[in-house]
């Protein structure tokens, strides 16, 4: 299975063509959005179907700039799936995820955030490879560059349940930069993208 994810494209829709295209070239299977899709003036066109229109499915979860109203549109016209407090199951790959921020006007409490994880990660129990797909990055992290806190919450659930994966964007300015927090390999996925295969 070969996933490509991205976050903050900021409605940028030459962009998501370009990411559609790379996606069919390299037989991706699944598109991530982690949050932050939505141009600034509040628009969604051509932020999805260029994904759709070369068949490949796509998960999406709110940042910062979009609630699920904007998350319900998408899942309506383009029958994407909302991983923000539910999960995806593909084989034996499960992605479970918390969308929103720490500042903006989206935010959730850190407890939510850690509760909305604990039950998404809860619901995969059983499967081989999860994936944890967030916004945010989480707190004492080298993507936060000591400037930027990233959330409790999150570290809290990269810390308890080790995660394969913790992919997430928010930070424009380490987007790409990998860590490893125990076994879980966490990567700022950025609005370049980022293939993963499983």
Known sequence: MKILAL?????DKSLVREMAQKAAENQVDLVLLAGDFVAPDGSMDGLVGPFK???I???VLPGNH???AEVGFLVDRYGV??????????????IFG????????????EEDVFKTLQKGHDALKDIKTKIMLTHTHPENSVLGLGLFPGSEGIRKAIDM??????????????EGIEEKIGKTRVINVGRKGKIIEL
Do not use: R
């Open 57 to 59: 499915e796509v998960g």
């Open 81 to 94: 799936k909302n991983l923000h407090g539910y999960v995806f199951k593909k084989g034996d790959v499960g």
């Open 161 to 174: 349940f080790q995660p394969d994966f913790h992919l997430c964007g928010h930070m424009h300015e380490t």
């Open 7 to 11: 976050s903050d494209i900021h409605g």
């Open 98 to 109: 918390c969308g929103y921020g720490n500042i903006g006007i989206h935010q959730l409490s």
């Open 53 to 55: 229109e070369k068949g």
């Open 66 to 68: 979009e609630g699920l």
